[in-house]
């Protein structure tokens, strides 16, 4: 993995700071979530008076196109407006390649005297060049070039169309490049455009080589933000690299941004995916020395990993923190906490926890279910399973794979072989599992019972 940028340590807060916009702009939380292709600014003026235009386009031949717009144009007793233009651009575009796109775009130009492209003109053909197949990035500055030549040059909005287009076509690595050209000649990207490409190198890059882009779009005032570094440390978090994340988080602090809830949260899930107890309280600890107060998530995902690692008391106590901090525990918090239980033998205390769960009018799942019927059944306590599977088959919830394999199991060993069939038949009528996948295990199972009657291991 790559080393953290010299400059992530050098940048004062104050170079960091992002000047603000004059539009204003979505939040961090929902950006994270974004991804819209193309800004409203690049969407031509609409016309209620006018229906869509269907594509009159049959073929792509040029000189065809050519002859057929002319018809329309002579005939139309509509003034041909904007829209209009960009409706026959767009419509021939998805037909034909660039080269000939822009051939009936000049054709355009010259046979209507009236007509004066807008940059919504120049995003259809832009948009076109970047992702139409075997284009090149020729095709990309040729559309560059005239829209300079046309006094409309590239502003955010074309860079932001031309890198997502290129991104969203795989061509990430001409969508580095251009940002750079753009930013040096026309206009550097915002943020949201610069994040968006951040998240498309790091899924076909390096660490290292990302690092490299961040440095060098540096020269251009482009800076990382909070969100920059959310999607770095996501990124390290997935490749369980942890050292890499706490170490991002650091710089966050040495270039005078603080890191939110959002940060931390996705470290300690990093931590719980490789079942490291310690490791998550430690990251608990540092986020409340830094003074970002834990939410419903951090204590939901600290609960999650302290119990996947069989410490069930200490997520009990953060189960208590979590109360007395003002937040009621939802289903993925009580399902966890049971499951680290049932890991330590103590189904009857998870059982218990589902009748605390209900009278605080929170509802199980069906995965809390499947779970507490798991732990029944590995600690023998098979009449509590029925118990518990009446219950389940009452509500209709259905049987996970593996819970109706150690249900089964567990009633055959104990000779309730009537009770295994009508398992099977809930499984198979509420469509839990495939007919052949249930009846595999039951079959499985009531050989074993067979062989170990026959050799006098059971009753």
Same mark, same amino acid.
């Given at each position: ?16 700071? #992002? ?18 292709? #193309? ?30 717009? !002319? ?8 003034? /041909? ?66 829209? #300079? ?17 290129? @991104? ?23 943020? *949201?455009? *610069?994040?968006?490409l951040l998240k498309h190198l790091l899924k076909c890059g390096s660490l ?29 978090? !997935?490749?369980? !690299? ?28 990093? *931590? @719980? ?23 419903? %998530? ?6 999650? +990993? ?16 979590? #109360? ?15 499951? +680290? ?6 189904s009857l205390g998870a059982l218990s926890l589902l009748e605390e769960m209900?009278?605080?009018? @929170? ?32 509500? +209709? ?10 249900? %089964? ?29 249930? *009846?595999?295990? /039951? ?12 050799? +006098?291991?059971?009753?």
């Amino acid at each position: 993995m790559g080393k953290i940028p010299a400059s992530f340590r050098l940048m004062t807060s104050k170079k960091l700071m #992002v000047k603000p916009t004059p539009s204003p702009s979505p939040p961090p939380r929902d950006f994270r979530n974004r991804n819209t292709a #193309v800004r409203e600014s690049a969407t031509p003026p609409q016309n209620p008076t006018r229906e869509p235009l269907r594509n009159p386009f049959i073929t792509p031949n040029l000189s065809d196109a050519k002859s057929l717009f !002319n018809s329309i144009a002579a005939t139309s007793r509509i003034p /041909l407006d904007l829209k209009f233009h960009n409706s026959v651009l767009q419509s021939y575009a998805s037909i034909a390649d660039v080269d000939d796109t822009v051939k009936l775009f000049h054709h355009i130009l010259k046979s209507q005297p009236n007509f004066s492209p807008a940059r919504s003109t120049f995003y259809i053909l832009l948009s076109h060049a970047c992702r139409a197949p075997d284009s090149s990035i020729s095709n990309v500055h040729r559309v560059l070039n005239l829209m #300079v030549n046309s006094g409309c040059a590239p502003d955010q909005v074309t860079t932001d169309i031309a890198i997502r287009s290129l @991104c969203e076509s795989g061509r990430v690595d001409e969508a580095k490049d251009l940002i750079k050209e753009l930013s040096e000649k026309h206009s550097p990207p915002d943020t *949201y455009t *610069y994040n968006f490409l951040l998240k498309h190198l790091l899924k076909c890059g390096s660490l290292s080589g990302v690092y490299d882009f961040i440095d060098e779009m540096l020269k251009f005032e482009v800076k990382p933000d909070l969100i920059s570094f959310t999607i770095l440390i996501d990124n390290v978090c !997935n490749s369980r !690299n942890l050292r890499e994340a706490e170490s991002l988080v650091e710089a966050l602090g040495h270039n005078g941004i603080k890191p939110d809830c959002f940060v931390f949260n996705t470290i300690m899930k990093g *931590y @719980c995916t490789l079942s490291k107890g310690s490791e998550v309280i430690g990251i608990y600890k540092k986020m409340k020395k830094a003074g970002v107060e834990p939410d419903l %998530v951090t204590y939901n995902t600290m609960i999650f +990993g302290l119990s996947k690692c069989g410490r069930a008391e200490e997520a009990m106590q953060y189960l208590k923190t979590m #109360v007395e901090e003002g937040y009621e525990p939802d289903t993925f918090t009580y399902t966890s906490m049971m499951n +680290g239980m049932c890991r330590k033998g103590d189904s009857l205390g998870a059982l218990s926890l589902l009748e605390e769960m209900e009278a605080r009018g @929170c509802a199980p799942n069906d995965c809390t279910y499947n779970t507490l019927l798991v732990g029944l059944c590995k600690t023998r306590l098979t009449d509590k399973g029925i118990e518990l599977y009446e219950l389940m088959k009452s509500n +209709g919830v259905k049987l996970e794979t593996a819970t109706y394999g150690m249900f %089964v199991k567990a009633l055959v060993r104990s000779g309730k072989i009537a009770e295994a069939y009508e398992v099977f038949d809930y499984a198979v009528d509420s469509k839990s599992l495939a007919d052949a996948s249930a *009846y595999s295990t /039951l079959e499985t199972s009531l050989k074993w019972y067979k062989n170990a009657k026959e050799q +006098g291991l059971v009753v």
